[in-house]
């Protein structure tokens, strides 16, 4: 049994919309899910909802709806977004399911035989939005807490804690160890600074059921629900279990799923978050998994955030972007291609209506589209469609474009990748310019040179079909059904020079991405 590349993404809470920072985890995630289909690796995908806790339960009662009823309705809008982005996840998980409820338990019933909880007091302020305990630390100059945490209350209570002192030490040394285990670098270095700087505070885990009762009932003790983030955070191994993963099932002794035969997944390879919950994967999660007796991930890859015109996305402003109507208005592709062309991954982003449209026009409309459509239109009206012979002369630009674009896919490097084939496109348009096969078309004499022009185009864009298909998979399959070319690019050893057979017919060309004026 082989083990999988395991990439996850960050579960979204349901407490509302998809919105464009949940669109561009997911497509990343996506992205890179591909790519490694593409250079031969066998992958699985996971993305999910993360349903418990107490903003799930507050928004159910203001829909007036059982937590579970308000989950399951927006449970159906999620997924189908996910359809929506074309997602190649292998597994979707809601942690509101059995097997993820089932495995939660065992976990915690074995971290707590085994010592890691004590039961204490707590007097001190909490915040609902944030699902967190507060200290006078987290108090501005001013005494206040910042808005962000919503209303902070003062509470008296009793609950379980998570042991993290003792192993503060292990981590530093363990980062320091393993040091692309946090990237961007610069994510990793705030966690290192954090833990040199701060003593660890033990993590409380329960929430008692007198104030939250939509969670996972501790298992050794039915006062209490699992605190949110324990249970979120476990979902990278309940689903590893739920499709038999032997690492997991053996260290926490759990039945695997029914998967015959059973997947090879943890440790996951990636786990990519966004940069407000690096705390929550760098520093709780690999101590869980140690507590647990579980080898850490391979790597926390953090994103950047998305804000709007320059100001933070919040709905109460109004500066929110719709992905499914930016989808619906101008295609799936160009969403997708906008936000990984913009953004790279790790710092933040801006999204700007006016940028998006500069983009979709230059690179899209008048770069790839213009190229394909008018490659593939000459070759139909001088040469009824039929592939001439095999002609090299931009075989050195595609191999160099093939060549980065690997190494920087290998490096989970998007933006530089898109740069790279574009670098190809833009060199293709400049062919086309320099050696003018239209006029080539009206002297008889010339009949040679444009044979050889022409296929260099058509294989120029069928290698950029091969190059674009973890990006812009829609596209990449009309590229290949306008050259004649069945199903969609699969690998990325397609983008051999050559691979178009002389004598071929194309398909039909149609723009792949229209001009438009507004
Ligand atoms: O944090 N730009 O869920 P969530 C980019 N359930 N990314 C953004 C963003 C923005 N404007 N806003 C949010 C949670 N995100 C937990 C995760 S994982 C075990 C549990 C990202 O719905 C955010 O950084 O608040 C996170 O990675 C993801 O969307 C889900 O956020």
């Known amino acids: 049994m082989s083990k999988r ?39 699985f995908f996971l993305t999910g909802l993360d349903e418990h ?59 707590h035989a085994a010592g890691h909880f004590y039961k204490a007091g707590y007097t001190g302020y909490y915040s609902a939005r944030e699902e967190t305990f507060l200290t006078e630390k987290d108090r501005r100059p001013d005494g206040t807490f910042d808005p962000a945490y919503g209303e902070v209350v003062e509470l008296k209570e009793e609950n379980y804690y ?22 961007p670098d610069y994510r990793r270095n705030e966690v290192l600074g954090f833990l040199r700087s701060q003593t660890l505070e033990d993590l409380c885990i329960s929430r008692p059921v007198a104030r939250l009762n939509w969670g996972i009932p501790l298992p050794f003790d039915p006062d209490f629900v699992t605190y949110v983030w324990f249970d979120a955070l476990v979902n990278y191994i309940s689903a590893a279990a739920a499709h038999g993963d032997p690492t997991v099932c053996a260290a926490i002794g759990v039945e695997p799923g029914p998967d015959q035969p059973p997947l090879s997944l943890w440790p996951a390879d990636i786990h990519v978050i966004g940069k407000d919950i690096v705390k929550f994967h760098a520093v709780y999660w690999p101590i869980m998994l140690k507590a647990m007796g579980l080898p850490l991930p391979k790597q926390i890859l953090a994103h950047g955030w998305w804000q709007k015109d320059g100001a933070r996305i919040s709905k109460s402003t109004g500066n929110v972007i719709d992905p499914v109507a930016v989808i619906h208005e101008w295609g799936l592709d160009a969403f997708r291609f906008y936000v990984l062309r913009e953004l790279d991954l790790g710092p933040d982003g801006n999204w700007t209506d006016a940028g998006f449209k500069s983009r979709y026009s230059a690179e899209l409309a008048n770069g790839l589209g213009n190229l394909v459509n008018r490659s593939l239109s000459m070759l139909k009206r001088y040469r009824h469609g039929v592939v001439p012979a095999r002609h090299d002369e931009l075989a050195a630009d595609a191999a160099r474009a093939a060549d980065e674009t690997r190494a920087l896919l290998k490096q989970n490097q998007l933006q530089s990748a898109l740069q790279s084939i574009w670098g190809l496109v833009n060199r293709a348009n400049q062919y086309v310019d320099q050696t003018a ?11 040679k040179r444009l044979d050889e022009v022409l296929y260099n185009l058509a294989e120029a864009c069928r290698i950029l079909a091969v190059l674009l298909q973890p990006f812009i998979p829609g596209t990449a399959a009309r590229i290949y059904a306008q050259l004649g070319l069945g199903g969609s690019p699969s690998t990325l050893d397609a983008a051999a020079w050559g691979g178009l057979t002389p004598g071929q017919t194309i398909g039909e060309p149609a723009p792949l991405f229209p001009r438009r004026d507004d």
């Open 5 to 43: 590349f395991y990439i996850t993404t960050a579960i979204d809470y349901v407490n509302g919309q998809p919105h464009i920072g949940h669109a561009y985890e997911k497509i990343i995630s996506d992205v890179i899910a591909r790519s490694r289909r593409s250079l031969g690796q066998e992958v």
């Open 53 to 111: 806790g107490q903003k799930v339960q507050q928004a159910a009662q203001a829909e007036k709806k059982s937590p579970q009823e308000y989950c399951d309705a927006l449970a159906a809008d999620w997924q189908a977004f996910a359809k929506k982005l074309e997602l190649t996840n292998d597994d979707f998980i809601r942690t509101t399911q059995p097997r993820h409820k089932a495995f939660v338990q065992a976990a915690l019933a074995k971290l």
């Open 437 to 447: 096969p239209f006029k080539l078309a009206k002297d008889p004499s010339q009949a």
């Open 162 to 183: 998570f042991k993290l002192k003792a192993h503060q030490q292990w981590l530093i040394d363990y980062i320091e160890a393993n040091p692309s285990f946090i990237a």
